[in-house]
């Protein structure tokens, strides 16, 4: 099995099965059943779990999160989930993501070199963790083999495992984040030039840059999140959270004198998010400089629950000299390219709200396109 994804068993293909994203402060689920264009959202749910349930992506209370995960299918908004089997998350941190540069060889070639390659570049045994790897770089212009490795801690995944099954999920697949979010913001999952995606989460914000041949780079840091954020504005402005929220996502960046305040309470963690972003295309363009087959990023997409911040992608573009927008993560599920939603049997879900839906919905897609 490799991490990146882990299938069980092919006995799985074309049953029902539902997208399963858990983080250190929620559990997301959604159910997609396809349509002849598109796909309609069955079931939904964003339950909060308590602190100390899991922290920086490891399971501390198996106990609990049985009981949470069982709650949170139970009270799914929409149709009740009738299925056990689920496409499940990892947490982006604890993945190990790198590109080796390989001398123009065949694959057989590749196949032998790379368990030596891994082995040196991968900071643990390679029986510690489940591994993969994929060819990302074009043949017909390249005057060497870009390899993309993957790795995760068995540890982990195992662990994942063992919780899910005790509370009566069978995962068919796991992915880490930055998988699923690709299939769920990018059409089709293609792109003309390199992109850089931004996941503003709750207690990390993870950044994957994607070229034409998949992901090519992945980080993630605590140092700039959704809660910092809110902590700053509550801090700064003497309020308690609930109120943060909600003029982060009503005035958010607004520079006038009167809402001012906001801007500056939240200027450390927009410049350490800038800062963060300049490296990651730094990166990309020493990289790109060796390969021509790589050119500059072209755009940058926001998602996640911080990404609602009003004001975020016109104030980054500015920074940073590139396009900046905010993902929708329904242009690979409604027909409309626009994402707007129109259910009948559940409540729609808005469209800053989906933000934050953008992984689990990811992965929901992997489950519904593997139903015939």
Same mark, same amino acid.
């Given at each position: 099995?490799?991490?990146? %994804? ?33 796909? =309609? ?104 083999? %870009? ?64 070229? =034409? ?82 050119? %500059?990023?072209? =755009? ?41 939603? %129109? ?30």
């Amino acid at each position: 099995m490799n991490f990146r %994804d882990i299938v069980f068993s092919n006995i799985y293909e074309n049953l029902p099965s539902f997208g399963l994203d858990i983080s250190d402060f929620s559990i997301k689920i959604a159910q997609l059943k396809k349509k002849k264009k598109g796909f =309609e959202l069955k079931s939904s749910n964003r339950f909060a779990l308590p602190e100390g349930i899991i922290e920086e992506g490891e399971i501390k209370n198996d106990k609990k999160l049985i009981e949470m995960l069982k709650k949170a299918i139970i009270e799914a908004k929409g149709e009740k989930i009738r299925t056990q089997y689920a496409v499940c998350s990892l947490p982006e941190q604890h993945a190990f993501v790198k590109v080796i540069k390989f001398p123009k060889m065949g694959i057989n070639e590749i196949k032998e070199a790379i368990k030596w390659e891994a082995e040196a570049n991968i900071p643990f045994s390679l029986d510690e963790v489940y591994f993969s790897w994929q060819i990302i770089s074009s043949q017909e212009r390249s005057d060497h083999t %870009d390899v993309l490795i993957n790795a995760v801690p068995r540890k982990l995944v195992d662990k994942y495992l063992e919780v899910l099954r005790a509370a009566g999920i069978e995962p068919i697949v796991f992915e880490i984040e930055s998988t699923a979010i690709i299939r769920s913001l990018l059409k089709e999952g293609l792109v003309v030039k390199p992109v850089l995606i931004i996941d503003l989460g709750f207690n990390r914000t993870s950044f994957v840059i994607f070229s =034409e041949n998949g992901i090519c780079f992945t980080n993630s840091t605590s140092a700039v999140s959704n809660k910092q954020m809110l902590e700053d504005i509550a801090q700064k402005l003497n309020i308690d959270f609930k109120k943060a929220q909600s003029l982060k996502f009503k005035i958010g960046l607004d520079t006038n004198d009167k809402d001012r305040e906001i801007f500056n309470a939240l200027l450390p963690s927009l410049t350490k998010l800038s800062e963060k972003i300049k490296e990651c295309i730094s990166f990309h363009k020493e990289y790109g400089e060796k390969d021509s087959g790589f050119p %500059d990023i072209s =755009e940058i997409i926001l998602c996640g629950g911080g990404a609602n911040l009003k004001g975020l992608a016109e104030h980054l573009s500015t920074r940073i000299k590139i396009p900046v927008s905010l993902g929708n993560p329904w242009v690979n599920i409604l027909p409309d390219k626009k994402g707007k939603m %129109d259910l009948k049997k559940i409540p729609a879900i808005p469209y800053e709200e989906s933000l934050a839906y953008a992984t689990v919905l990811g992965l929901a897609l992997r489950g519904a396109n593997s139903v015939n």
